[in-house]
């Protein structure tokens, strides 16, 4: 695998957060999962990167709006998540490298009082980092996404 493809643009700094993505507080907690192990968290942070970067990179998000939790999937059809990415798309962004490389952890994984599963960190890539924040809830027998931060700078 090649190096990590972003473009060289003035300082790219797009953090895409949705933070209104994290509508927990208006969801009855469903089945709590266990804590995963730091392998299936990193699965889960690897998966969902990697399905974001080939959204952003086909201006479609109809295959990453599947593979998300249902509360997330009802409040942002695919053609929202298009206009929230909007900036990665424009910009061409391209971090599929991503799985090649270990997970840095800058907090330890936790599940909050709202069972939404917590996981931040960053991949040590060249010539940008790429940093995320990421909720998972309990959805259809697994941890799904609910909220996500993505920064490359």
Known sequence: MGPLM??????FRSIVTAACLLLIC?????????????????????????SLNDAVAANNFTVFHAKISKPFRDQFPPDKLQTIFKDLVDKHA??????????????????????VLRLK?????????????????????????????????
């Open 121 to 153: 960190g960053h991949f040590d890539t060249t010539p940008k980092q790429v940093k995320y924040q990421l909720g998972f809830i309990p959805s259809d027998g697994a941890w799904k996404l609910s909220g996500i931060s993505i920064d490359i700078e």
């Open 26 to 50: 208006a969801i009855r907690p469903a089945a709590a999962l266990d804590m995963p192990s730091p392998f299936v968290q990193e699965v889960l942070i690897k998966s969902i990167l990697v």
């Open 6 to 11: 972003i473009p060289c643009w003035p300082r």
């Open 94 to 115: 391209v971090f599929d490298a991503v799985v090649a490389k270990p997970i840095v952890l800058d907090e330890d994984a936790r599940i909050d009082d709202k069972g």
